[in-house]
């Protein structure tokens, strides 16, 4: 199993400001996702993050609200841009493959 | 559409009841299934795979049946700490579509 940490925990932040949520690896993978919880609601990927390339969003999900950097294989960062108070949600990132997938600890993002 | 259709319960059940709840996918492409459990405020982590042979882990028990595009999770002798959302999750191409969840709540 693969050991995932995010940064920060939780924020508050202003409406129109940007936010660079970090998550670590504790081994070196292929494949990252991204995913949102919106409150109450269950998760939907926002993109997969490979290393040496693009990231991959799904539909609904743009490249310059959401900028996803892929630096090494340990490391992903997800940027929420421009917020507002829709964008409140917890943010996840997820390692895996077909079989399992291992979520970090989630970020949770207030948007005021 | 939803990509996964989940009964939502809530399941409120004392000690040692069984429950069981279902949930169907609309994608017959889908590669891999899953039950995750999310407690609350707490990331998803897997309770089980799914297959269609049926699964036994303990106490839960899973099941797929691909002509209906169809999951089933089963819990016997239910405990306290059982009380979590389960989430009906199916994996294509790597990517994994969640259900909204089941929330099952097991009292004293």
């Known amino acids: 199993s693969a050991v995932i940490s995010q940064k920060p925990s939780r924020d508050i932040c202003q409406r129109g400001t940007s936010l660079t949520i970090q998550c670590q690896v504790d081994s070196q993978v292929t494949m990252m996702f991204w995913y949102r919880q919106q409150p109450g609601q269950s998760l939907t990927l926002i993109a997969t993050?490979?290393?040496?390339?693009?990231?991959?969003?799904e539909s609904g999900f743009v490249i310059d609200k959401f900028p996803i950097s892929r630096p090494n294989l340990t490391f992903s960062t997800l940027t929420v841009s421009n917020m507002s108070p829709e964008d409140s949600s917890i943010y996840l990132c997820s390692v895996g493959d077909r079989e399992e997938q291992y979520f970090g600890p989630g970020t949770r993002l207030t948007v005021t | 559409r939803k990509e996964v259709e989940q009964d939502p319960g809530p399941f409120n059940v004392p000690e040692g009841a069984t429950v069981a709840f279902n949930c169907t996918y609309s994608n017959s492409a889908s590669q891999s299934f899953f039950w995750y459990r999310q407690d609350c405020r707490k990331e998803p982590k897997l309770l089980m795979s799914?297959?269609?042979s049926g699964n036994e882990d303990g106490r839960f028990t899973a099941q797929l049946n691909r002509a209906s595009q169809y999951i089933s999770l089963l819990i016997r002798d239910s405990k306290l700490s059982d009380s979590a959302t389960y989430l009906c999750?199916?994996?294509?191409?790597?990517?994994?579509?969640f259900g909204a969840g089941t929330t099952v709540t097991v009292r004293a």
């Open positions: 799914v297959y269609s």
């Open positions: 993050a490979n290393q040496g390339s693009e990231a991959t969003y």
């Open positions: 999750v199916v994996n294509r191409y790597y990517k994994l579509s």
